[in-house]
């Protein structure tokens, strides 16, 4: 089970920390990915970690704004979301995989959470 947490109304050019708290899986040996879905878009990958989180993926719309981290002691991927643009609105949803970080792939998916950023 997978449960995000933390969206919210902001504006533009704030911040926002995402997290991603898992239960009932071996959450240490999973990859981690945060996916969004703008109103009227499709769902994409946005940001990838590693188990060990060493290696990280970030799409070109995110890169150098938005940040995965996580706790493996905690169970718990957090994405930390700075300057803020209205684009970013959307349903922000985490996933477990063992595959790829950049694929949509996913064994494990959590329920999503609202992100609005107003200009």
């Known amino acids: 089970l997978l449960q995000a947490f933390g969206g919210g109304l902001v504006q533009a050019g704030g911040s926002l920390r995402l997290s991603c708290a898992a239960s009932?899986?071996?959450?240490?040996?999973?990859?981690m990915k945060w996916f969004r879905q703008p109103p009227g878009k499709e769902r994409d990958v946005i940001a990838g970690?590693?188990?060990?989180?060493?290696?990280?993926y970030y799409a070109d719309s995110v890169k150098g704004r938005f940040t995965i981290s996580r706790d493996n002691g905690k169970n718990t991927v957090y994405l930390q979301m700075n300057s803020l643009k209205p684009e970013d609105t959307a349903v922000y949803y985490c996933?477990?995989?063992?595959?790829?970080?950049?694929?949509?792939?996913?064994?494990?998916w959590g329920q999503g959470t609202q992100v609005t950023v107003s200009s």
């Open positions: 996933a477990a995989t063992r595959g790829q970080l950049r694929t949509k792939g996913y064994e494990y």
């Open positions: 970690i590693s188990w060990s989180g060493y290696t990280t």
């Open positions: 009932g899986l071996i959450f240490s040996s999973y990859s």
